[in-house]
């Protein structure tokens, strides 16, 4: 059987942040930039799992903080 990890808190934060550090911009601006479809491909990729670790986090709406 396989075996389930729950994730901490503290453990999204960070890979949130290494996230943004990767792309090399604020979320603010990558969620901007994916209104208008400006994004690359790996810039795609981090928003959503930008958006996976909000859901994780319990974070209503990911609105661009």
Aim: proline residues 2%.
């Amino acid at each position: 059987m396989g075996k389930i990890e729950t994730p901490t808190r503290e453990s999204l934060e960070t890979e949130r942040q290494s996230i943004l550090a990767l792309v090399g911009r604020d979320e603010r601006s990558l969620r901007a930039d994916a209104l208008t479809g400006a994004l690359a491909g790996d810039e795609w990729h981090a928003l959503e799992r930008l958006d996976a670790i909000a859901y994780l986090l319990g974070e209503a709406e990911t609105d661009g903080r």
